[in-house]
Nanobody, 124 residues
Framework: QVQLVESGGGLVQPGGSLRLSCAAS????????MGWYRQTPGSQRELVAT??????????NYADSVKGRFTISRDNAKNTVYLQMNSLKPEDTAIYYC???????????????WGQGTQVTVSS
């Protein structure tokens, strides 16, 4: 099996910063796409940012609402993805989930895994 463990959530004032981390471990051959999603009560989970695999760090994609404020990055050697969140707004308050697409062997089949979620609250 594969586990994704997140850390770094918490309470921050508007305009502040937080850095989320998510480490994948377990039965891993390779980790392909990684990303962050978020969800608020009564709403669907929405994409925040994704990053592809690649020796140079991969291609990134951001939701329009976080462009210019959030930065996704990854450390392939550690199977870890990060989300640096700056200029946080109250509307960024949500549970943040990390995602990883994992190959578990030479078989090209990819499995989707999710973290348990970490709460981010932006409030004064």
């Amino acid at each position: 099996q594969v586990q994704l463990v997140e850390s770094g959530g918490g309470l921050v004032q508007p305009g502040g910063s937080l850095r989320l981390s998510c480490a994948a471990s377990g039965d891993i051959f390779s980790v392909n796409n990684m990303g962050w999603y978020r969800q608020t009560p009564g709403s669907q989970r929405e994409l925040v940012a994704t990053i592809t695999s690649g020796a140079t760090g991969g291609r990134t994609n951001y939701a329009d609402s976080v462009k210019g404020r959030f930065t996704i990055s990854r450390d392939n050697a550690k199977n870890t993805v990060y989300l640096q969140m700056n200029s946080l707004k109250p509307e960024d308050t949500a549970i943040y989930y990390c995602y990883a697409g994992v190959r578990r062997s030479w078989n090209p089949r990819e499995y989707d895994y999710w973290g348990q979620g970490t709460q981010v609250t932006v409030s004064s």
